[in-house]
């Protein structure tokens, strides 16, 4: 069984995304996870997404439109212990916010603009663009 890790700066959002459609749209036995690289300096660890009112257009984005939903998902902080035996890592960080020892690992690096605030329109524009993103690693592998 694959298993795929995304990982952005707050696990709030792009990571979150990614994870979620990637779940729903494989069609095997892999599965993804997904963590930040700023969680617990942020003091995020532990919290909910749908804690996040910013959040709430993607939330219902993706359930509305995805059947997914992500609203009781948990910030997480990556660390060396997550990434064992990751068939693939995926960092959507800014430069900035991937550590040192984070870029020992192989990784893909996707680009894809952070926000704290999400506007009903953003929210489909940036699923969309992760969507194809999901789309074209699912057909790679």
Request: one cysteine or more; proline letters at 4%.
């Amino acid at each position: 069984m694959k298993k795929i890790i995304f990982i952005c700066k707050g696990n709030m959002h792009r990571s979150p995304i990614a994870k979620a459609l990637y779940n729903v749209l494989k069609k095997d036995d892999s599965y993804a996870e997904s963590y930040g690289t700023m969680v617990d300096i942020e003091g995020r660890t532990g919290k909910k997404l749908s804690s996040y009112p910013g959040l709430l257009n993607l939330i219902d984005e993706l359930k509305q439109n995805y059947g997914v939903d992500i609203s009781n998902e948990t910030c997480k902080q990556v660390s060396t212990e997550v990434l064992k035996g990751a068939d693939k890592i995926i960092v959507m960080a800014e430069e900035e916010f991937i550590p040192g020892w984070l870029r020992e690992y192989k990784y893909e690096k996707w680009e894809v603009p952070d926000s704290d605030s999400i506007s009903p329109e953003y929210a489909v524009e940036d699923v969309k663009n992760i969507q194809s993103k999901v789309e074209r690693l699912l057909l790679s592998k």
